[in-house]
């Protein structure tokens, strides 16, 4: 039998055909109708099959008495109730701010709509936060600050029709591979189109790139600037588009002006020929008929990520270069399902239907959508202020739901020191065996992928309906599932109805309560259903009533009329903040140490990493330096080496890597406690953050190497 689903692992998205006996997965086959890979998948996907091993999944609820005491096997009627009992006297005695929800970027968006509605609409707190506050919340501040929307407005199609692409801090060839094949595809179709990868490291999308500007960390604001002061020196400017489309053009012309290609490249470490290859870099984007630009981490996980984003639009507003064909900026999503998670606006900042929870009027349109009496407007904290504040005492009940935090969240002693501390964590999860797990008092068993229902949105904004192949192992249930009949224990114990709140059946009901949700939104989906996405296949947003389905305008690439969702119609120009990485090296601390993925594995290797087929790539833990770096320290390929930051320490090999200069140092982000004996790279990376997106600098931190 072949059911249809997605890939669960990054954000291209790709459809699979889920081949199965009923009782077991027995292969995996890219799906040649989905629009996203037409039948690819990478290393990763192709194996998925072979990550459902069995002797990891939690398959019975579990509860501790007492800490310190062993997790005894419950039924889900005690673990239901205990964790309403502990959430309710929490929320009576201290209030409901006293809660917080972390939950996952690898939910469906059904998952995500429930829990945001347990939390906002009948808890009555915002402290819901989702991991991809580490992913792609400050390129969700940079569309909303220059374009008005959280809606990339692009699609995987234009890489076929821009002559140039400008990749900045993101490897697609390892973090997004399909994506990348299809840019590799219109590259041999088109040759003359120009490539520009902007890295520190020389990776293997760099090793394509016509052109590669190995920036230092952190300095990305300065190049973009010099681009556009070029764009304006040469001409390139689209003056017509920037008069009648966008506003505060004359700042960021004057903030630009002083930043000439030599400043930058000096800045920028790019050397000699540093401020020619800014010219070129600029020329080609100005002379291109189209330009687009594609970005991911690099550019996000930084104190100034959402500037980073917003001087990287600026050259595609500046230029006109956007809602054409080939052209614009385009956000690559780390997670399979970032995108639909803020569709229902399932992270602290945001509410259902890209509504804005600073706005009186949204609140009240969600309040009166929910059938509750209101929404609180207080904002709730954010990943890395969620955690703080469990540190703190002031989190008393803390809810984590598919993700991993004592491996992906930064500086982990002190995080974890944060989940030890909290009164009562409960961990929603496949697996009994992540790093997390050892902190939960309580574990609630989940479905996982091949096992549950619901929708998913990709990094172009298509949905697809992702169907259940088996039925989940042992006492497991569908998240959403768990998150309705919590709410139904909880809803009693604090004076609230949750049964009218929370009626579904099945994810189809979350699913149409969720579309009726966005009629009039920018992402309206209200044309959309389980039964038109079977029909016709997965499709991208907006998508609203009795649009016709064969009409893709205005639906695969955004802003073609030139008027953006901010309140004037008009895009933004935005004056960025100078600013280079949190941490500066020292005689101390003398090495920037950078992040990133390997391509064969996935975020903690919950899953990727119990696949042996997948360590023929990289096959262990290893911090990667300049040969000369190695020989400085009296080194060479293979030691073993002790890498400490001002937060933390870890042990690991050193090997001598061509992509890296000399000051400069790399370790895999994810290499964990199960597989490091420690905290993985996040032992060593710092929670500051963009005072915008709230997103943590997690790719650079400043560390010292020494023999082990
Ligand atoms: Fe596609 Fe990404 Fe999955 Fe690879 S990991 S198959 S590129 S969705």
């Given at each position: 039998?072949?059911?249809?689903?997605?890939?669960?692992?990054?954000?291209?998205?790709?459809?699979?055909?889920?081949?199965?006996?009923?009782?077991?997965?027995?292969?995996?086959?890219?799906?040649?109708?989905?629009?996203?890979?037409?039948?690819?998948?990478?290393?990763?996907?192709?194996?998925?099959?072979?990550?459902?091993?069995?002797?990891?999944?939690?398959?019975?609820?579990?509860?501790r008495?007492?800490?310190?005491?062993?997790?005894?096997?419950?039924?889900?009627?005690?673990?239901?109730?205990?964790?309403?009992?502990?959430?309710?006297?929490?929320?009576n005695?201290?209030?409901?701010?006293?809660?917080?929800?972390?939950?996952s970027?690898?939910?469906?968006?059904?998952?995500?709509?429930?829990?945001?509605?347990?939390?906002?609409?009948?808890?009555?707190?915002?402290?819901?936060?989702?991991?991809?506050?580490?992913?792609?919340?400050?390129?969700?501040?940079?569309?909303?600050?220059?374009?008005?929307?959280?809606?990339?407005?692009?699609?995987?199609?234009?890489?076929?029709?821009?002559?140039?692409?400008?990749?900045?801090?993101a490897?697609?060839?390892?973090?997004?591979?399909?994506?990348?094949?299809?840019?590799?595809?219109?590259?041999?179709?088109?040759?003359?189109?120009?490539i520009?990868?902007?890295?520190?490291?020389?990776?293997?999308?760099?090793?394509?790139?016509?052109?590669?500007?190995?920036?230092?960390?952190?300095?990305?604001?300065?190049?973009?600037?010099?681009?556009?002061?070029?764009?304006?020196?040469?001409?390139?400017?689209?003056?017509?588009?920037?008069?009648?489309?966008?506003?505060?053009?004359?700042?960021?012309?004057?903030?630009?002006?002083?930043?000439?290609?030599a400043?930058?490249?000096?800045?920028?470490?790019?050397?000699?020929?540093?401020?020619?290859?800014?010219?070129?870099?600029?020329?080609?984007?100005?002379?291109?008929?189209?330009?687009?630009?594609?970005?991911?981490?690099?550019?996000?996980?930084?104190?100034?990520?959402?500037?980073?984003?917003?001087?990287?639009?600026?050259?595609?507003?500046?230029?006109?270069?956007?809602?054409?064909?080939?052209?614009?900026?385009?956000?690559?999503?780390?997670?399979?399902?970032?995108?639909?998670?803020?569709?229902v606006g399932?992270?602290?900042?945001?509410?259902?239907?890209?509504?804005?929870?600073?706005?009186?009027?949204?609140?009240a349109?969600?309040?009166?959508?929910?059938?509750?009496?209101?929404?609180?407007?207080?904002?709730?904290?954010?990943?890395?202020?969620?955690?703080?504040?469990?540190?703190?005492?002031?989190?008393?009940?803390?809810?984590?739901?598919?993700?991993?935090?004592?491996?992906?969240?930064?500086?982990?002693?002190?995080?974890?020191?944060?989940?030890?501390?909290?009164?009562?964590?409960?961990?929603?999860?496949?697996?009994?065996?992540?790093?997390?797990?050892?902190?939960?008092?309580?574990?609630?068993?989940?479905?996982?992928?091949?096992?549950?229902?619901?929708?998913?949105?990709?990094?172009?904004?298509?949905?697809?309906?992702?169907?259940?192949?088996?039925?989940?192992?042992?006492?497991?249930?569908?998240?959403?599932?768990?998150?309705?009949?919590?709410?139904?224990?909880?809803?009693?114990?604090?004076?609230?109805?949750?049964?009218?709140?929370?009626?579904?059946?099945?994810?189809?009901?979350?699913?149409?309560?969720?579309?009726?949700?966005?009629?009039?939104r920018?992402?309206?989906?209200?044309?959309?259903?389980?039964?038109?996405?079977?029909?016709?296949?997965?499709?991208?947003?907006?998508?609203?009533?009795?649009?016709?389905?064969?009409?893709?305008?205005?639906?695969?690439?955004?802003?073609?009329?030139?008027?953006?969702?901010?309140?004037?119609g008009?895009?933004?120009?935005?004056?960025?903040?100078?600013?280079?990485?949190?941490?500066?090296?020292?005689?101390?601390?003398?090495?920037?140490?950078t992040?990133?993925?390997?391509?064969?594995?996935?975020?903690?290797?919950?899953?990727?990493?119990?696949?042996?087929?997948l360590?023929?790539?990289?096959?262990?833990?290893?911090?990667?330096?300049?040969?000369?770096?190695?020989?400085?320290?009296?080194?060479?390929?293979?030691?073993?080496?002790?890498?400490?930051?001002?937060?933390?320490?870890?042990?690991?090999?050193?090997?001598a890597?061509?992509?890296?200069?000399?000051?400069?140092?790399?370790?895999?982000?994810?290499?964990?406690?199960?597989?490091?004996?420690?905290?993985?790279?996040?032992?060593?990376?710092?929670?500051?953050?963009?005072?915008?997106?709230?997103?943590?600098?997690?790719?650079?931190?400043?560390?010292?190497?020494?023999k082990?």
């Open positions: 039998m072949k059911t249809k689903a997605t890939c669960p692992y990054c954000g291209v998205g790709c459809g699979v055909l889920i081949e199965h006996d009923g009782r077991r997965i027995t292969g995996v086959a890219g799906d040649p109708e989905h629009p996203a890979n037409f039948g690819r998948l990478c290393t990763k996907g192709a194996t998925l099959h072979l990550s459902a091993r069995p002797e990891t999944r939690l398959l019975h609820p579990q509860l008495a007492a800490r310190g005491l062993p997790r005894q096997r419950v039924s889900w009627d005690i673990a239901l109730a205990t964790a309403a009992e502990r959430f309710a006297a929490a929320i005695e201290h209030g409901p701010d006293s809660v917080a929800f972390y939950i970027g690898q939910l469906l968006t059904e998952d995500y709509y429930v829990f945001n509605k347990l939390v906002k609409g009948l808890i009555g707190s915002n402290n819901i936060d989702s991991n991809s506050r580490l992913c792609m919340s400050s390129a969700v501040a940079a569309y909303k600050q220059t374009l008005g929307a959280d809606a990339p407005p692009c699609s995987y199609e234009d890489f076929a029709h821009t002559d140039c692409l400008l990749i900045a801090g490897n697609p060839s390892y973090a997004h591979p399909v994506a990348f094949r299809r840019i590799e595809d219109a590259k041999a179709a088109r040759p003359q189109m120009k520009i990868v902007v890295d520190p490291r020389r990776t293997d999308t760099a090793a394509t790139a016509d052109l590669h500007l190995a920036v230092l960390p952190g300095t990305d604001i300065w190049l973009y600037n010099a681009m556009l002061n070029v764009l304006l020196w040469e001409g390139h400017v689209d003056q017509a588009f920037v008069r009648e489309h966008t506003e505060g053009f004359a700042a960021l012309r004057d903030h630009v002006r002083d930043v000439t290609p400043i930058a490249a000096e800045v920028c470490g790019l050397g000699k020929r540093g401020a020619d290859d800014i010219v070129t870099a600029a020329r080609w984007w100005g002379e291109a008929k189209a330009a687009m630009s594609l970005w991911c981490q690099g550019l996000n996980q930084s104190t100034h990520g959402t500037h980073n984003g917003t001087a990287l639009i600026a050259l595609s507003l500046a230029t006109g270069k956007i809602g054409k064909p080939g052209c614009g900026p385009f956000s690559l999503t780390g997670q399979p399902n970032a995108m639909g998670g803020r569709e399932g992270m602290a900042n945001l509410m259902s239907g890209h509504r804005d929870l600073a706005n009186p009027d949204e609140r349109e969600v309040a009166r959508l929910w059938g509750v009496d209101s929404v609180p407007s207080t904002p709730g904290l954010t990943a890395i202020e969620l955690f703080d504040a469990a540190h703190d005492g002031k989190i008393k009940a803390l809810w984590i739901a598919c993700t991993n935090p004592a491996q992906s969240l930064p500086e982990q002693e002190r995080l974890r020191e944060a989940l030890a501390r909290c009164d009562f964590v409960v961990l929603q999860e496949a697996y009994h065996n992540t790093e997390t797990a050892p902190f939960a008092d309580l574990l609630l068993p989940a479905a996982t992928w091949g096992e549950k229902e619901g929708t998913v949105t990709n990094s172009e904004r298509r949905i697809t309906h992702v169907h259940r192949a088996l039925t989940p192992p042992g006492e497991a249930r569908p998240d959403w599932r768990i998150v309705c009949d919590f709410a139904r224990e909880l809803g009693p114990r604090i004076g609230k109805d949750a049964a009218r709140l929370f009626p579904y059946a099945a994810p189809s009901g979350i699913f149409a309560e969720h579309a009726a949700s966005t009629a009039g920018d992402l309206d989906i209200t044309g959309l259903s389980y039964a038109l996405l079977d029909a016709a296949g997965p499709q991208q947003w907006p998508f609203p009533k009795g649009v016709n389905v064969a009409d893709a305008a205005g639906r695969d690439r955004l802003y073609a009329d030139g008027r953006f969702p901010t309140a004037d008009r895009a933004h120009f935005v004056v960025p903040t100078q600013a280079l990485t949190a941490e500066r090296a020292d005689a101390r601390y003398p090495l920037h140490l992040t990133g993925r390997l391509r064969d594995q996935w975020h903690g290797m919950s899953r990727t990493g119990k696949v042996a087929r360590y023929n790539h990289v096959d262990e833990a290893r911090i990667e330096m300049h040969a000369d770096d190695l020989a400085l320290r009296g080194l060479k390929s293979g030691d073993l080496v002790h890498v400490k930051s001002r937060r933390g320490d870890v042990v690991l090999r050193a090997e890597s061509a992509e890296i200069r000399s000051g400069q140092a790399f370790i895999a982000m994810h290499w964990g406690g199960n597989s490091l004996n420690s905290a993985g790279a996040n032992a060593l990376t710092l929670r500051d953050f963009d005072p915008y997106s709230k997103q943590p600098e997690l790719k650079h931190a400043t560390v010292q190497v020494e082990a």
